[in-house]
């Protein structure tokens, strides 16, 4: 049984930094790019691609609104993928959520929702302005 399990959420000040975990277990890790997704509060939000890491980090993607405040990075031998936010701003407040997507399919495009294959339950960010 697959299961990414995210944590590091809470409340910060805006200008702050949190640091998200996401680990996996029930999956070869290195054979999955993995993203994180976010959901601001508020009925009808949509599903908003932050960050893509591809097995060997040698392909990085960020929205553009989280470019040079956000890292994402992953730790193979730990099966865990990192998401460092710095200079947080109180639109980064949602539910941040972790995705796998399995990368020897083609054509697979790691900004779209739909191409991932497992979801974590999420973690929630309140950034205080």
Request: hydrophobic share 35%.
């Amino acid at each position: 049984q697959v299961q990414l399990v995210e944590s590091g959420g809470g409340l910060v000040q805006a200008g702050g930094s949190l640091r998200l975990s996401c680990v996996a277990s029930g999956l070869t890790f290195s054979s999955y790019t993995m993203g994180w997704f976010r959901q601001a509060p508020g009925q009808g939000q949509e599903l908003e691609f932050v960050a893509a890491i591809s097995w060997s980090a040698d392909s990085i993607d960020y929205t553009d609104s989280v470019n040079g405040r956000f890292t994402i990075s992953r730790d193979n031998s730990w099966n865990t993928v990192y998401l460092q936010m710095n200079s947080l701003k109180s639109e980064d407040t949602a539910d941040y959520y972790c995705a796998a997507t399995y990368r020897f399919r083609s054509n697979y495009d790691p900004r779209v929702r739909r191409w991932y294959d497992y979801w974590g339950q999420g973690t929630q960010v309140t950034v205080s302005s």
